[in-house]
């Protein structure tokens, strides 16, 4: 019974004060035209520079992003681009899910026009897993993935290049024009195939190319006929890991006519002064990581370190 009470005495203080807030607003329009029922607050009026500004101090710390986008519709578009500057999404495939699954962030990004705004893009992909594949973009996910059209660094797990060379434009064209950073992991093909695919981004200038355990010694067959269409500028920052084809270095700096890096990181990288020959003109910054904790010193280790007393010795005399 008290129960009951209390539920009829809330339901009646819910349609008093509705009733009051719409007796309200009828005087409040009939005695003024710019009369307002609920005074705006003065935050919501502050210019947009100003506003700008503010939210610039706050880039890195996307907790009090937020709480600035949910103050009014100005505060929101101006921490939107910084909001949803970064999409990572996983492709990987657990029990009982399916490949389709790993482009929900982009469908509900779609879904509310935010793909425009993504300046960094990640596909994940787990190396035992079937590798990122024309199978993952059905008709539907293509024309959402074809949406992110202002990406500046763009990252890809396993990418399948033989699976997408028939239709690469297709799928990664509308990445071309703006994209300046590429980051491959473990990536699948032959030397000229990743070339070729490296050399669509006409303005590309940072590259990493990431093994995990280095990459088996029989390469698959190579196609000598195929060029890539651009020879991007490649004067920013390279990073390789567990990296292994000297061939492909070797193409790579034949088909683009050198490469000019300024900053480069090394880890366990094979003939290493073939790359610092190749930017010894342009590199400023040079980072080697030859040995881990299970290995002393191996030959990678050995070789980094007459590549150093190379350099070095030089400048001593």
């Not at 028939?166 to 030397?191: D, I, M, N, Q, W």
Request: hydrophobic content about 40%; glycine content about 6%.
């Amino acid at each position: 019974m008290i129960l009951l009470t209390a539920g009829i005495e809330l339901l009646v203080q819910r349609v008093w004060y509705r009733s009051l807030a719409r007796i309200r607003r009828i005087f409040s329009a009939g005695a003024s035209p710019g009369a307002s029922a609920t005074p705006s607050s003065p935050i919501t009026r502050l210019p947009q520079e100003i506003v700008e500004m503010v939210v610039s101090h706050l880039v890195c710390h996307t907790p009090s992003l937020r709480a600035c986008s949910l103050t009014c519709y100005s505060w929101y578009i101006a921490t939107a681009p910084y909001l949803y500057r970064i999409l990572i999404t996983p492709t990987f495939s657990w029990k009982g899910w399916k490949d389709f699954y790993w482009a929900r962030p982009i469908q509900c990004m779609y879904k509310f026009g935010l793909l425009p705004l993504v300046k960094k893009f990640q596909v994940l992909e787990y190396r035992r897993g079937p590798g990122f594949t024309p199978k993952r973009l059905d008709p539907c996910t293509l024309r959402q993935f074809s949406a992110l059209t202002n990406v500046q660094e763009l990252g890809l797990g396993h990418l399948d290049i033989p699976e997408f060379m028939p239709s690469l434009r297709r799928c990664f064209g509308h990445f071309l024009p703006t994209v300046r950073s590429l980051a491959l992991r473990e990536p699948k093909g032959s030397r000229r195939q990743i070339i070729y695919f490296i050399g669509m981004f006409q303005h590309l200038e940072d590259l990493k190319l990431l093994y995990d355990r280095g990459y088996p010694d029989v390469e698959p067959p190579d196609d000598p006929t195929l060029i890539p269409p651009f020879a991007p500028p490649l004067r920013g920052s390279l990073m390789l890991t567990w990296f292994t084809r000297v061939g492909l270095l070797v193409d790579m700096i034949d088909l683009f006519g050198g490469i000019r890096f300024r900053r480069m990181d090394l880890y366990r990288v094979s003939r290493m002064p073939l790359l610092l020959a190749a930017c010894a003109k342009t590199l400023e910054t040079l980072r080697l990581y030859p040995t881990d904790q299970s290995e002393e010193f191996s030959p990678m280790a050995y070789e980094c370190w007459l590549t150093i007393s190379q350099l070095v010795s030089p400048l001593n005399t």
